[in-house]
């Protein structure tokens, strides 16, 4: 049985700054949906918000997974439910080994000890799966990581936790070619039964190798249009302007306090619960 995320008639703010207005979408495991939009519509905020993030206010609507309400619940506590945010801008921590971090999270989201003979085994291959250096393990957390780096260790993350859904913010932003491909096919291999996806970019390329069942258009804080793989070909060939000219939208720009609030945060549930 399938599980169920769903986001229905959301609203949701910053001060004196309405963000989300009125989104829906639902996304079950073994789906990968992916959301499109320009700079400054929503998507961002949009993924921080399902994972719980303070800065914004939800003042309608509701998100539920499996039919129960996921807002009264803090970021660790919708972490232990299943869900994961790989964030644009991962933070470095000091002091804490990359291994143990990751073993931490695990037993925090399972509650139960993780037998290390396992870990080890579990974390070498998806070191290996992700071509990570071999030294990862003993390296302090994001610290010293180049760009792409910190992506492929976001999606190590993943592998290991196996929650129910990931969100993946960008994750394609500082990724060469042979980077993309391998942190693309990674995720998509994950895809099944027990997880889905739901992936917030600008580059058609990475839907090369994360193959989305859906397609969603994000304008001025809602999905406006939904569609398969010819809207990907459409947004690569005419940008956005059709999208506004059809529908008769007036694309709204992001206020640097927005901008500030997403740029300046990290909505991992482990690195929040620190």
């Known amino acids: 049985m ?12 910053v001060p004196e700054k309405d963000i989300l207005k009125g989104l829906n979408l639902t996304i079950k495991t073994g789906e990968v949906h992916a959301i499109m939009g ?28 499996d039919n129960e309400s996921i807002l009264p619940l803090k970021v660790d506590e919708r972490a232990r439910k299943g869900i994961f ?16 971090f990751v073993r931490q999270a695990m037993k925090a989201c399972t509650g139960k000890d ?15 799966d992700l071509k990570m250096r071999e030294d990862l393990a003993h390296r302090y957390l994001n610290e010293g990581f180049s760009g792409g780096e910190k992506k492929r260790n976001e999606i190590l993350q993943l592998k290991m ?5 990931a969100i993946l913010d960008e994750i394609d932003s500082g990724l060469d070619v042979d980077a993309l491909r391998i942190v693309g096919e990674n995720v998509y291999n994950m895809v099944n039964d027990n997880f889905g996806v739901l992936l917030i970019t600008h580059y058609e390329r ?6 989305p069942d859906y397609v969603h ?29 059809e529908l008769g939208l007036e694309i709204e720009e992001e206020d640097e306090f927005v901008r500030h609030a997403i740029l300046g945060s990290c909505a991992h ?6």
């Open 85 to 100: 945010l790989a964030y644009q801008n991962p933070e470095e921590v000091s002091g804490v080994t990359n291994s143990d």
């Open 2 to 13: 399938s599980n169920i995320l769903e986001i229905k008639d959301l609203y949701a703010r």
């Open 217 to 245: 258009i994000m304008i001025n804080g809602k999905i406006v249009m939904t569609g398969g793989h010819e809207l990907i070909e459409k947004i690569d060939r005419f940008g956005y302007d059709w999208v506004r000219d």
């Open 206 to 211: 990475l839907l090369d190798y994360i193959k």
């Open 269 to 274: 549930a482990g690195k929040n619960n620190e």
């Open 161 to 165: 936790l196996e929650p129910k859904f």
């Open 114 to 128: 993780i037998n290390l003979f396992s870990f080890i085994k579990k974390y070498e291959k998806a070191c290996k």
């Open 38 to 65: 320009p700079n400054g519509t929503g998507k961002s905020t949009l993924a921080s918000v399902i994972m719980g993030k303070e800065t914004y206010e939800v003042t309608s609507g509701d998100i539920l997974l």
